[in-house]
């Protein structure tokens, strides 16, 4: 006689390590589910959508203190294994909205990712299975945050394109993990823009959000 098994896969949360219930709703769902639910709780999803030189952008989070830590952790300690949490239960969402596109990662400096052994932003967002095409280099060290605003708007001078002809009728998807003042974004799209795509959209984890003055 055989007996009845209910084999389960256990996953572990990979931003706490424990392990992840494999009879939750959600996880018989989603077999590769990448938090636990305490760890997920943390995360405030805003689906923000905006307007960048004319073209559409989404946002999924707001750049608040929990997706500012983890970001560090994943490309300033180099702790890979978060590479997966940022997009975890919206991935099944994101295939559907950009399926058709390439992806256009913003690009960090050949030396970093070097140092760092992958490209964080490309990692964040290999999980929509999209093709990633790395149009976009970076031509200079250069960190945005140590810059005042109004040296910010040069940002177009460190970037260069090569290859347009991989953009042209193509559908875009440019990528990228937090966006400020998207100085980045439109240099991004300027640079672009000149391969002649079908259509360009922006995706980012997080949006920083100005607050207002007291």
């Given at each position: 006689?055989?007996?009845?098994?209910l084999?389960?896969?256990?996953?572990?949360?990979?931003?706490?390590?424990?392990?992840?219930?494999?009879?939750?709703?959600?996880?018989?769902?989603?077999?590769?589910?990448?938090?636990?639910e305490?760890?997920?709780?943390?995360?405030?999803?805003?689906?923000?959508?905006?307007?960048?030189?004319?073209?559409?952008?989404?946002?999924?989070?707001?750049?608040?203190?929990?997706?500012?830590?983890?970001?560090?952790?994943?490309?300033?300690?180099?702790?890979?294994?978060?590479?997966?949490?940022?997009?975890?239960?919206?991935?099944?969402?994101?295939?559907?909205?950009?399926h058709?596109?390439?992806?256009?990662?913003?690009?960090?400096?050949?030396?970093?990712?070097?140092?760092?052994?992958?490209?964080?932003?490309?990692?964040?967002?290999?999980?929509?299975?999209?093709?990633?095409?790395?149009?976009l280099?970076?031509?200079?060290k250069?960190k945005?945050?140590?810059?005042?605003?109004?040296?910010?708007?040069?940002?177009g001078?460190?970037?260069?394109?090569?290859?347009?002809?991989?953009?042209?009728?193509?559908?875009?998807?440019?990528?990228?993990?937090?966006?400020?003042?998207?100085?980045?974004?439109?240099?991004?799209?300027?640079?672009?823009?000149?391969?002649?795509?079908?259509?360009?959209?922006?995706?980012?984890?997080?949006?920083?959000?100005?607050?207002?003055?007291?």
């Amino acid at each position: 006689m055989i007996k009845d098994t209910l084999i389960c896969k256990k996953n572990i949360c990979k931003i706490c390590f424990k392990e992840i219930s494999d009879y939750s709703f959600f996880s018989l769902l989603n077999p590769n589910n990448n938090l636990c639910e305490d760890c997920f709780s943390k995360f405030s999803p805003k689906f923000i959508h905006f307007k960048i030189e004319n073209y559409d952008g989404l946002a999924i989070y707001e750049y608040d203190q929990n997706i500012k830590e983890l970001l560090y952790t994943f490309k300033g300690c180099y702790d890979y294994e978060l590479k997966d949490v940022f997009l975890d239960r919206y991935i099944r969402y994101l295939r559907m909205v950009y399926h058709g596109y390439i992806v256009v990662p913003i690009p960090s400096y050949y030396l970093d990712d070097d140092r760092r052994g992958f490209n964080h932003v490309i990692e964040i967002y290999n999980r929509l299975k999209l093709k990633v095409e790395k149009v976009l280099i970076k031509t200079k060290k250069e960190k945005q945050a140590n810059k005042k605003l109004k040296d910010r708007v040069k940002v177009g001078d460190i970037f260069a394109i090569r290859h347009l002809e991989t953009v042209k009728n193509k559908k875009v998807l440019i990528v990228d993990d937090v966006m400020t003042t998207g100085s980045s974004i439109k240099a991004a799209i300027n640079l672009i823009k000149q391969g002649h795509p079908k259509k360009i959209k922006v995706l980012v984890v997080a949006r920083g959000v100005k607050k207002a003055a007291t």
